[in-house]
């Protein structure tokens, strides 16, 4: 049930993205998609077997669900944000970066409110500061490979 | 603790220290055959194909292997990722000077497949990987699916730079 909710979510998400015209060059939306999971699967690990602040839920299904959350859905709608605000003036970025951290921070809730895995000593309070950790790290690397590119496709 | 240090500094330490910058060295003296953006690319699959598997299977309830000294992450460990990033880019420079086809693109894959596995030995050998529920026969497996993945990626990148005309530049007014 849990699987095929966060399935349908990233089918859902994925279409929308792939039918819409991309503002991002395809390496970096290549770019943005690994460093996030290496920065994400970094924290959480930490989080959750260092620090114990998470605890993933035993059941198997529920597990590979959060990873494929953890692989799929969340670098996809970071992808698919950067690729709405590339095309924006700075200022309105800064405007809209509240709204992407409130929908993934929403999708944290739902997936502790679905015992995907529960929170050990977290605060919920905590969660947008995470993502907006997350979206300053991605945002400043994404910078410096795309003025690479830049450089190299001039 | 936030990150682990190592409970002992012995072979597992001392093999991915040694083994990273001699497998960089010869990045550094290699000629320029494509862009750095496409060498970038290629280690940081490399890098989180490694952590996602290992970030996925390696630590509980699924803990099919340990990395280094402690079940827990080790701040050896996240070296420990950039160990096959140089024998990566090895395999795509090789690739783009030999250009294997047909059958050969095969042996390519399998003979890549084969020296991962044998480099998995050794490093299991000097305790960078302790196997629970895993073994080399699931490692050649996964080179056989990666090595794959990552040539085509590699072809894939420098068709595209290739055909850079077709493509669309990042503009400057977009930061």
Known sequence: ?154 | MFLYPPARFDANEWFIILNSLLGFAWVFFAPVRYPHSISILIVMFCVSAAIMMDHAIAIPPVDMYDINDRPTYEWMDFFSYFLYAPYALLCVYLYDKLDPKGLWFTAWIIGWSLFCVGYEWLSVQCHVFTFKKWNLMHSFCMYLVMTTIHVQLFRYLRKHFQDRSESVFPSKTAE
């Open chain 1, 1 to 154: 049930m849990v699987l095929s909710i966060f399935f349908s979510l990233t089918m859902i998400v994925g279409i929308t993205y792939a039918v819409t015209k991309k503002n991002l060059h395809i390496f970096e939306i290549l770019f943005l998609w690994m460093i996030i999971l290496i920065i994400h699967h970094n924290f959480v690990t930490i989080t959750t077997v260092n620090l114990h602040l998470f605890r993933f839920a035993d059941r198997l299904p529920f597990y590979w669900t959060i990873v494929f959350e953890r692989v799929v859905l969340i670098p996809l709608l970071i992808v698919y944000y950067f690729d709405r605000m590339v095309v924006r003036r700075p200022y309105q970025k800064w405007v809209w970066l509240p709204f992407g951290i409130l929908l993934l921070t929403g999708l944290e809730y739902l997936t502790v409110n679905l015992d995907l895995f529960s929170y050990e000593r977290w605060k919920f309070w905590w969660s947008p500061i995470e993502w907006l950790v997350l979206f300053l790290l991605v945002h400043y690397s994404w910078l410096w490979f795309r003025s690479r590119l830049r450089k190299e496709m001039a």
